[in-house]
């Protein structure tokens, strides 16, 4: 059997399990947005680990969905399920739009304008108070799906796991394409990449929409889970946190993803107990993990088994 399926028997096993083990509806609660910030973040190492490209405004992408969902539905009586894709494909066109003249630039001015951009959208949703609430956000529809309402912590749970393992099976197949091999090859070297052939400005406006859109969709999905939204979605530092994720648990593997967004959803929650200290520990845990680990938690555990030392 090959490693990618065994990793994607292994993933759905283990969401599978989750839910008989949890002991209450605070655990389920946290393993939803466990399973949810992993999408996210998978998308997000594609553009991040695997081509290269830093983004620090990705947040606004996810807040985009999020009230795409809010908005639509209750200011238009849009199908919950039709506001969603409509979110995805404006998010789409956005990126793409902005994708060209943003990848020009490389570093530091890359990141500064990704920041940007963030900014720019955190903004809007809070200064269009009529149509979004303004920062006290607005209230979010109930999905429904095939006839009946989800609403149940259990019912959320399974489709954001099914989600989980679709999205994991995609990044896995796509990395294992040619396109995943030219995303590699733009990490690489961009010029060694154009030298064979390698459209560079093209790959970079396909891997920035696909994440852009994986975090849109998971925005609208958060959004109708929680039933609130509000600017916090978008803001900067919910993208410095989706960052931290990718690079803790691993840039450039699929699995590191997974394991950063659930180390580091569940790390605040498991330093409450540190009353007023929590961020300060937090801090020296992450400066713990790159010192000891720095390319990340799965790749340098896999190379040092790998190695047998």
């Known amino acids: 059997m090959k490693t990618t399926t065994k990793g994607i028997l292994i993933v759905a096993l283990i969401l599978a399990i989750v839910p008989f083990v949890s002991p209450n509806s605070y655990y389920t609660d946290l393993a939803i947005r466990m399973a949810i910030n992993a999408v996210i973040v998978l998308g997000l190492n594609l553009l991040i680990g695997f081509a290269g490209q830093i983004s620090l405004g990705h947040a606004g992408f996810l807040g985009i969905g999020a009230y795409a969902s809010a908005v639509l539905p209750t200011h238009f009586g849009w199908h919950p399920l ?118 560079v400005a093209r790959y970079k406006v396909i891997v920035f929409v696909m994440s852009a859109m994986f975090a849109s969709l998971m ?13 916090n979605f978008a803001d900067f530092f919910h993208s410095i946190e989706l960052v931290t994720m990718v690079v803790v648990g691993g840039m450039a593997s699929v ?9 580091l959803t569940a790390l605040p929650q498991a330093l409450a107990t540190f009353e007023g200290w929590e961020t300060v520990v937090f801090g020296a845990i992450l400066m713990g993990f790159m010192i000891f680990l720095p390319k990340g938690i799965v790749p340098t555990l896999a190379a040092k088994f790998g190695k047998g030392e």
């Open 82 to 199: 039709l506001a969603m894709g409509a979110g995805a494909l404006a998010t789409g066109i956005l990126a793409a739009l902005v994708a060209r003249p943003i990848f020009k630039l490389k570093g530091h001015y890359l990141a500064m304008a990704t920041l940007g951009l963030g900014i720019i959208i955190n903004i809007a949703l809070r200064n269009e108070a009529q149509w979004t609430g303004g920062p006290d956000g607005m209230p979010v529809p109930a999905m429904g799906l095939f006839g009946f309402e989800l609403s149940s912590d259990k019912q959320w749970y399974w489709v954001v796991a099914a989600l989980l393992v679709i999205s994991v099976w995609a990044s896995l197949n796509l990395i294992d394409s040619p396109f995943g091999r030219a995303l590699r090859a733009l990490h690489g070297s961009e010029v060694a990449s154009q030298v064979v052939g390698v459209d």
């Open 219 to 231: 925005g609208s999905v958060t959004a109708h889970y929680i039933g609130f939204v509000s600017p």
């Open 255 to 263: 699995f590191g993803s997974l394991v950063g967004a659930v180390l």
